[in-house]
């Protein structure tokens, strides 16, 4: 079975908000990439969330999930919207051995959107962990039974 790498930078680099997500913990490596720089998007509706952008001089801290399955792939890619064409899963450059992809921000997303101050890994608020892991998540999931259905 085919397996990805996805690096991630903001709530999914929670533990209880993965196994909420894909029912389990993927193997976690904590990493920086060189190049890009994260930042926080506003959408009308939504809490504040970060997006990745290629950026040459900046360095944004993260973690690289390991091995996901096709299916863990394709509940992120519904977490992330990419149906909605918010995101288009590509690949990380700069990653040397290791392919690794990201969830790259979509015009459409940043159309709708309002770009903020940078995004730090070393900010994100642990009080989000349950907040995403009880509600939002959970709330994800009931909407879309066709791809959480275990």
């Known amino acids: 079975m085919q397996s990805t790498?996805?690096?991630v930078y903001g709530t999914l680099t929670f533990d209880r908000v993965l196994r909420a997500l894909l029912g389990h913990i993927p193997e976690k490596e904590k990493i920086e990439v060189k190049g890009y720089q994260a930042r926080i998007i506003h959408l009308?509706?939504?809490q504040p969330f970060p997006v990745l952008f290629k950026e040459?001089?900046?360095v944004t801290k993260?973690?690289?999930?390991?091995?996901l399955t096709p299916i863990d792939l394709e509940k992120l890619d519904a977490y992330e919207y990419v149906d909605w064409e918010y995101?288009?899963?590509?690949?990380?450059?700069?990653?040397?051995?290791?392919s690794v992809e990201y969830y790259e921000p979509a015009e459409s997303l940043l159309s709708i959107g309002e770009l903020g101050e940078p995004w730090l890994l070393e900010n994100l608020d642990p009080e989000l962990e349950d907040i995403y892991a009880t509600k939002v998540v959970p709330e994800f999931i009931a909407a879309t039974p066709d791809v959480f259905s275990w």
């Open 56 to 58: 040459k001089s900046e």
């Open 62 to 67: 993260g973690y690289v999930l390991k091995n």
């Open 87 to 98: 995101y288009t899963r590509v690949k990380l450059i700069n990653m040397g051995n290791m």
């Open 44 to 46: 009308d509706g939504w």
């Open 5 to 7: 790498n996805l690096f």
